[in-house]
């Protein structure tokens, strides 16, 4: 049984025909109303933000968390009861509270946090060049392609992001604001580096596993596509509005969701590993479409590895515990047949198409 939380979204409605076509587990999508879809997906009526919202989840269910309405207390329910929750969320404080909520309260059943393209994806490519010898710091660059509307839930987080401070941790630890680091990436081979301004992600399970001694610093970044649009939010956190445009998320949500689409469709990540020279050791390229269908394959592959192992881990994890680089990277292919997938590394571990 799989219980989608948030489902009725854009990667929720991707996810739900990707369970139809490569699974035939039955799918239960959260919702405050009620009413069948068919014999393999029914709508389960929830009120997630109630007291008592996990006590309508199916005992020993994976609940694929999709919005963070939901109380971290639930997922603690869900793991606690036997069942394995499944977070995609990218806020770092959201993530840290479901972490520390399930390592609290226990159970036999499974917490995985960072499932998604980024973090998740984005998590799996940090944590391979981490291994990287004299690695001693990890910058991710994103990009999203403007191409289509991605949902009013994601464009709500986006823009709520940019308000939001957040820790960047290394040997030293310090709160900067969005757009107060910026840096440039290669996305695309052969092509001119471009913009990208530093934003607060969840990290969890990057660093940190392998007996480092000394602390690496992590720092995530965003670019947008056309890179216009990256200049024009640059400009604005410059100002300093990025709290006014948070503030007002949900009014800037509905104007921009009636304007076309710019840019092109398409999802890029690329990570460094860095010395301590800040020198490049290796690095990690992802060119791909869609991230609405990267994010649901990412987690459909997630799903399928937490349930796979006749001993599955159990307590509070992060999705480098699940799946390796190279599996995702499988998966991705297996699961979007049709879609441009592009992937090369270079450095510590040799290039690699």
């Given at each position: ?31 405050r109303?009620?009413?069948?879809r ?6 389960l ?13 199916p ?7 999709l ?9 603690a ?11 995609t969320?990218?806020?770092p ?10 390592a609290?309260?226990?159970g ?13 994806l ?26 289509r ?67 690496v ?21 410059r100002?300093?509005l990025?709290?006014?445009l948070a ?61 796979a192992g ?25 699961f ?18």
């Amino acid at each position: 049984m799989i219980v989608l939380i948030g489902g009725t979204g854009d990667v929720g409605e991707r996810l739900v025909s990707l369970l139809l076509d490569h699974t035939a587990a039955s799918v239960l999508v959260a919702s405050r109303r009620s009413g069948a879809r068919d014999d393999q997906v029914k709508t389960l009526r929830l009120d997630i933000a109630a007291v008592d919202a996990a006590v309508g989840i199916p005992l020993g269910a994976t609940v694929v968390n999709l919005t963070e309405a939901t109380p971290p207390s639930v997922a603690a329910d869900v793991v606690r009861a036997g069942g394995s929750f499944l977070e995609t969320s990218a806020s770092p404080d959201y993530v840290q509270a479901v972490s520390r909520e399930v390592a609290t309260t226990g159970g036999p059943g499974t917490g995985v946090v960072c499932v998604g393209a980024a973090p998740g994806l984005s998590t799996l490519m940090a944590a391979d060049a981490a291994r990287t010898e004299g690695c001693a710091s990890i910058d991710i660059g994103l990009e999203l392609g403007m191409g289509r509307h991605y949902g009013s839930a994601a464009m709500k987080w986006s823009i709520g992001a940019l308000g939001d401070q957040y820790q960047v941790s290394g040997v030293t630890s310090s709160t900067v604001r969005p757009g107060d680091l910026r840096r440039r990436f290669t996305f695309e081979r052969g092509r001119r580096s471009r913009k990208a301004l530093g934003l607060g992600f969840a990290q969890q399970g990057i660093v940190g596993q392998s007996g480092r001694r000394s602390p690496v610093r992590v720092r995530t970044f965003l670019a947008l596509h056309p890179p216009f649009a990256t200049h024009l939010t640059g400009l604005l956190l410059r100002l300093g509005l990025g709290p006014t445009l948070a503030r007002h998320k949900r009014g800037l949500t509905r104007i921009l969701m009636r304007l076309p689409p710019p840019g092109r469709v398409g999802t890029q990540i690329a990570v460094e590993a860095q010395g301590p020279d800040g020198g490049v050791l290796a690095a990690r390229h992802l060119a791909a479409g869609d991230q609405a269908e990267v994010t649901a394959a990412m987690i459909l592959a997630a799903i399928r590895a937490v349930n796979a192992g006749e001993k599955p881990l159990r307590g509070s994890t992060t999705i480098v515990d699940h799946l390796t680089l190279t599996e995702a990277f499988d998966a991705l292919r297996r699961f979007l047949p049709d879609m441009p997938i592009e992937t090369w590394s270079s450095g510590a571990a040799g290039d690699r198409a």
